[in-house]
């Protein structure tokens, strides 16, 4: 089977720097739908997260999320609080899903003790994200397949 992982460059673990704290999210914006996502944590910097697709086959294309640390937002991005519970401690997944023969990583749950969630996974429309958990930024949830297709891995 073929393996799409997340792509991360830097030296630190991904699954660390997605396990701290965050007290705000941002969310940038192409036309109506989410197309980067930016977890911030209180010292400023933040992990933008965003998706590129990949060929598995003729007419078979999934996303895979791509992860970036930041130390600044964009002009664009559209800010809301994070729920208490984020800031002190939540467990990580990753949502994988398998196709024509590739598994990819496509997906994050943030679960925090409280029972709050956050998703963010690859869109049905090429290159945007699906979010949930945000209401204040975006109520729209058109993930690429349905969450229940999707292998959840803990990262933590």
Avoid at 48 to 76: K, T
Avoid at 83 to 100: C, H, N, R
Avoid at 109 to 126: E, K
Wanted: proline share 6%; hydrophobic share 45%.
């Amino acid at each position: 089977m073929r393996e799409f992982p997340f792509v991360w460059t830097e030296l630190k673990p991904l699954s660390a720097e997605l396990g701290i704290p965050i007290d705000s999210i941002s969310v940038e914006f192409l036309q109506c739908w989410p197309q980067c996502v930016t977890l911030w944590r209180s010292d400023g910097t933040g992990i933008r997260i965003h998706s590129e697709m990949v060929d598995l086959a003729e007419r078979i294309e999934v996303g895979v999320l791509h992860f970036d640390r930041v130390v600044s937002p964009s002009a664009d991005e559209v800010f809301a609080r994070m729920a208490p519970a984020f800031g002190t401690g939540f467990t990580v997944s990753k949502l994988v899903i398998d196709e024509s023969g590739a598994s990819v990583e496509s997906g994050i749950v943030l679960a925090a003790g409280s029972g709050d969630q956050i998703v963010v996974v690859a869109n049905a429309f090429c290159c945007n994200l699906a979010i949930r958990g945000v209401p204040s930024i975006t109520e729209i949830f058109e993930p690429e397949y349905p969450l229940d297709r999707y292998t959840r891995v803990s990262m933590s």
